[in-house]
């Protein structure tokens, strides 16, 4: 059984930044990719960024130069700094890992969640 447990989300106006945080625990043997995803209101949920184990990244075209991920291996933990906010980053942001367990199957778990709202 594998944990996320997400925190930074809040309330912030145009222009502010959030810092976004998810850690993993359980039974994790190695943590491959871990990412952040959204999913505003009648929308369908994307991909904000992701970070490889290695350290490479990949960014949505929307928040390039904007938003930085990041990760800490030794705590199994992922960060999403987010700056320069606008009104179209609300949403729910989701943490995603992919991660194998002893057995070496991969498998991926998502985080429940954090509000972030951005008012112009």
């Known amino acids: 059984q594998v944990q996320l447990v997400e925190s930074g989300g809040g309330l912030v106006q145009a222009g502010g930044s959030l810092r976004l945080s998810c850690a993993a625990s359980?039974?994790?043997?190695?943590?491959?990719?871990m990412g952040w995803y959204r999913q505003a209101p009648g929308k369908q949920r994307e991909l904000v960024a992701a970070i490889t184990s290695g350290g490479s990244t990949n960014y949505a075209d929307s928040v390039k130069g904007r938003f930085t991920i990041s990760r800490d291996n030794a705590k199994n933990t992922v960060y999403l700094q987010m700056n320069s906010l606008k009104p179209e980053d609300t949403a729910v942001y989701y943490c995603n890992v992919k991660y194998r367990d002893s057995s070496w199957y991969e498998h991926t778990n998502w985080g429940q969640g954090t509000q972030v709202t951005v008012s112009s």
């Open positions: 359980g039974s994790i043997f190695s943590i491959n990719a």
